[in-house]
């Protein structure tokens, strides 16, 4: 069952453009421009794109902030504009650069004011915080005012509010930016355990593709406010020709009469070659290298997904 739902869903902007010394003129910007797409409950969907794709304006108008130009869309089974009050009761979301915690009170009477204003029952209320401290490790910080948390600390907290009333979508813009190594792993392990539940839908978007590939197994892009990729990261990798690398260490020179089945040799650096596989089987290549040449070691790299998001961007 579709919890998200958009048929050509559409927001247009009027800006002012200079049209000479002293005139301007009023022209229309499609931000998102005819988007058709449908979210079913309990998936995981990272959502991406270049700066001013319309990611954020999406994300607008599922929550209700935006009222869409045409098109319909749903959340919920609510339409986010003149249900935005009930939709609110079934949303949780995390903004990486803006809070919905009191900043000059405790966290934990944070998490009490916010029981009070979804009416959130005490035992639900207590239910949903006391996972959130176990799996987030709250419990050090619960009674420092939030303007005294580190920014991993102050995301831990934000999501732990998000998901205070139980939401049935949850969505996620940026939330791991500005953290460090360890902070990111404690938020996306959480996430991805949140997500393997299924109880609850994740929409993520982020400049990170790190958490992408963590968490999400499908991936939408668009671009100048259209669906430009809507499918696994390995159907995008395959879209556009991203191939594993086999990279060799060497004892001496790669023969140059070798011939290294279901490869291509890409560069040789000093003892060093790398190869593009071409197909899912290194096999071969490795049985063919490690007969016709002194291999001190090898390593079968992933293709990297900013490569191919970069070569999608591009196109």
Not at 108 to 134: D, G, M, N, Q, W
Not at 249 to 260: I, Q, W
């Amino acid at each position: 069952m579709s919890v998200i739902s958009m048929r050509g869903l559409r927001k247009d902007f009027t800006v002012r453009v200079r049209a000479g010394r002293f005139r301007r003129t009023k022209r229309t910007v499609a931000a998102v421009d005819g988007i058709d797409l449908s979210i079913d409950a309990g998936e995981m969907v990272g959502y991406i794109g270049p700066n001013g794709a319309g990611k954020s304006t999406t994300l607008k108008m599922l929550t209700g902030v935006l009222t869409p130009s045409a098109g319909a869309v749903s959340v919920c089974g609510l339409e986010p504009v003149p249900q935005r009050t009930r939709l609110a009761l079934r949303l949780g979301v995390v903004f990486g650069q803006r809070s919905q915690l009191w900043w000059d009170l405790p966290l934990k009477e944070s998490f009490t004011l916010l029981r009070h204003i979804y009416r959130v029952p005490a035992e639900s209320h207590a239910a949903v915080l006391r996972r959130c401290r176990s799996l987030l490790d709250l419990d050090e910080f619960l009674d420092t005012p939030v303007r005294q948390l580190s920014l991993g600390q102050r995301m831990r907290g934000e999501l732990t509010a998000a998901l205070l009333h139980s939401p049935s979508v949850l969505f996620l813009d940026e939330p791991t930016i500005g953290l460090d190594v360890t902070s990111k792993q404690a938020v996306r392990s959480f996430l991805a355990e949140l997500g393997a539940s299924g109880d609850v839908t994740l929409v993520l978007t982020t400049h990170d593709l790190a958490d992408i590939e963590r968490l999400c197994k499908r991936l939408v892009v668009i671009d100048h406010g259209r669906v430009v990729h809507d499918g696994t990261i390995e159907a995008l990798h395959a879209r556009y020709g991203s191939r594993r690398r086999l990279v060799v260490d060497l004892d001496e020179p790669l023969p140059a009469s070798l011939t290294v089945p279901g490869a291509t040799l890409v560069s040789t650096e000093g003892s060093r070659a790398s190869f593009d596989l071409l197909s899912d089987s290194a096999g071969a290549a490795v049985t063919a290298l490690m007969a016709g040449a002194r291999v001190r070691d090898l390593a079968l790299v992933e293709p990297d997904i900013e490569d191919v998001v970069a070569r999608l961007y591009a196109s």
